[in-house]
């Protein structure tokens, strides 16, 4: 494959490399395939500097001839543990993985802003790195590899894209300041007495303790965090017992706290330790809470933001506000914490699609047409902080 020239012909690259990467999906930290396609194709572009923060990862840097800005696009690249389940003809050829989240979309798209920028030349001013990530699925995701690699230094604004299928095809939708949020989750032991079921007054029935538990922690958001800057918190797992005439003596539960203000985050961590712990005495049983900490939310920079908007001004229909941040989570937020940023949605839904299924369902489905959008975006940008001189 040689570099493509023209606007039709980048449009219709972009699809294919998404289809290619969408048959071959491979899970986070295990994207062997995918970055060595994505690097056999980075390679084809004499100009470009190629290399492997990590195993799994790929970076290509592109030097303009003049002192300038340095500036930083990021794709994530790794898949789902999902079985597909849509028509298309290009579908996962990998039983029980998938790219639900649209990674092979957002790789695409920056593969055709390295091709469009490296054939505008290197007579401009500044420095362009497309970073290629591994594992955004999981915690602690490849961001946080890449960056103590250091492909973040001296790097004046980082930018990346996600598609989102709650918006349509020609829509960009941002925000400024937190627009993601921090995801802790935890796990809950509650150690009672067990015994027989026709006796429970002579057991600590830990059941009935988390059944309270849970409870109980439903309030704590409603009643005991301002309004505007509450979390979500979610308890999604409860395991207790394994015979109908037996009380246990364990109880396991678990779940989510999503934030997107660091206080309430702290806060909403140290309310649930509290209740848990309280209403386990209360009874006579002890429990233990085992944290698993996620990354913060994503922060946008303001003056970063609105280059964003420039850009998107000149190639989207519509660019949209949005009024609150999304509860998803995303490890770009390391990236964000380093340099300023700006981490904005690109509509991929069209009616022709029927329903618009969410990330990460079996029959996520997008509007290949959007991804010249991104594509262009990026190069809107780079045309922006790194002008060609003369």
Same mark, same amino acid.
């Given at each position: ?22 048959q071959?999906?491979?899970?986070s930290?295990?994207?062997v ?43 994530d ?5 999902i ?7 290009f ?5 029980g ?20 920028l ?15 990530q ?30 989102s ?10 925000r400024?300041?937190?627009?993601? %949020? +921090? ?5 809950? @032991?509650?150690?009672? &007495?067990?015994?027989? !079921?026709?006796?429970?007054? *002579?057991? /600590?029935d ?8 849970v409870?109980?922690l ?29 009380i ?23 309310l ?5 712990h309280?209403i ?8 233990s ?6 990354? %913060? +939310? ?5 003056? @970063?933001?609105?280059? &964003?908007?420039?850009? !998107?001004?000149?190639?989207? *229909?519509? /660019? ?7 509860f ?10 380093q ?30 047409d ?7 975006y ?13």
């Amino acid at each position: 494959m040689t570099t493509t020239t023209t606007t039709t012909t980048l449009k219709e690259q972009v699809i294919t490399w998404r289809r290619t990467l969408h048959q071959q999906p491979e899970l986070s930290f295990e994207e062997v395939k995918t970055s060595q396609f994505i690097e056999d194709q980075l390679r084809q572009c004499k100009n470009f500097i190629v290399t492997r923060p990590t195993n799994t990862s790929v970076m290509a840097v592109l030097k303009g001839q003049k002192h300038g800005k340095i500036i930083a696009y990021r794709a994530d690249i790794d898949a789902l543990p999902i079985q597909e389940e849509t028509d298309v003809s290009f579908r996962s050829q990998v039983v029980g993985v998938m790219h639900a989240c649209g990674h092979d979309a957002h790789a695409a798209m920056l593969l055709g802003a390295a091709f469009a920028l490296h054939n505008r030349g290197t007579n401009f001013a500044g420095e362009i790195r497309f970073l290629f990530q591994h594992a955004e699925e999981v915690s602690p995701g490849g961001a946080e590899q890449m960056v103590a690699q250091g492909v973040l230094q001296d790097v004046e604004h980082a930018f990346a894209l996600h598609v989102s299928p709650n918006h349509l095809s020609g829509q960009l939708a941002f925000r400024k300041k937190a627009i993601s %949020s +921090a995801a802790d989750d935890f796990e809950i @032991t509650v150690l009672g &007495s067990g015994g027989h !079921a026709g006796m429970p007054a *002579e057991t /600590i029935d830990p059941l009935l303790i988390g059944s309270e538990i849970v409870q109980a922690l439903q309030t704590i958001v409603s009643r005991k965090i301002a309004n505007g800057t509450a979390p979500v918190l979610s308890v999604t797992k409860f395991h207790c017992g394994t015979s109908l005439n037996i009380i246990a003596d364990q109880a396991e539960l678990g779940g989510t706290i999503r934030s997107h203000h660091e206080d309430s985050r702290i806060f909403a961590r140290q309310l649930l330790e509290q209740t848990v712990h309280g209403i386990a005495q209360t009874h006579g049983a002890t429990a233990s809470i085992t944290w698993e900490l996620g990354c %913060s +939310a994503v922060f946008n920079d303001i003056d @970063t933001t609105d280059i &964003s908007i420039s850009a !998107a001004l000149k190639i989207f *229909e519509n /660019i949209i506000e949005l009024e609150q941040p999304m509860f998803g989570t995303e490890d770009f937020a390391i990236m964000a914490e380093q340099v300023p940023s700006s981490y904005q949605f690109i509509g991929v839904h069209h009616e022709k699609l029927g329903e618009a299924y969410p990330l990460h369902h079996p029959k996520f489905n997008i509007d290949e047409d959007a991804l010249i959008l991104g594509t262009s975006y990026y190069v809107e940008i780079a045309k922006e902080l790194c002008p060609i001189v003369q």
